[in-house]
């Protein structure tokens, strides 16, 4: 499970990063999205995924050995990612509609020569 779930986190960086080196403006905010899914699985992998186990979780006797119990610290930066992506995606697609209302255009490369604004 570890193997397949780090194999989609570096295809989702791959593909993030070929999508932020895009001209167009809907390409960036794709790769920016992508990116940060990439990074949330990221610290997913790095929290040692245990399946039998959740973090805090006892049986009928209250005690959990501490190696099958997974780690609470790596859920949390997550959930603390997962605001901040959405953050950073929202400044990046309100950022890009004002620069397309400024320049009226989707190129990057156009954007070069600010003779036009």
Same mark, same amino acid.
């Given at each position: 499970?570890?193997? =397949? *779930?780090? +194999? !989609?986190?570096? %295809?989702?960086?791959? /593909?993030?990063?070929?999508?932020? @080196? ?5 390409? !960036?905010? /794709?790769?920016? #999205?992508?990116? =940060?899914?990439?990074?949330? !699985?990221? @610290?997913? #992998?790095?929290?040692?995924? +245990?399946?039998?186990? &959740?973090?805090?979780?006892? =049986?009928?006797?209250? /005690?959990? &050995? ?6 609470? +610290? &790596? ?5 603390? /990612?997962?605001? *901040?992506?959405? =953050?950073?995606?929202? %400044? +990046?697609?309100?950022? !890009? ?21």
């Amino acid at each position: 499970m570890i193997i =397949g *779930i780090s +194999v !989609l986190t570096g %295809f989702l960086f791959a /593909a993030g990063v070929y999508l932020l @080196l895009h001209k167009s403006f809907m390409k !960036l905010i /794709a790769g920016v #999205i992508l990116f =940060g899914n990439a990074c949330n !699985l990221f @610290l997913l #992998i790095t929290g040692s995924l +245990v399946d039998s186990h &959740p973090a805090f979780v006892s =049986g009928n006797d209250g /005690a959990v &050995p501490l190696d099958n119990m997974a780690d609470p +610290v &790596p859920q949390a930066f997550i959930l603390t /990612a997962i605001v *901040i992506s959405l =953050g950073v995606q929202a %400044f +990046v697609i309100v950022l !890009l509609k004002r620069i397309y209302q400024t320049s009226h255009t989707n190129n990057l490369d156009a954007l070069t020569d600010t003779d036009d604004v």
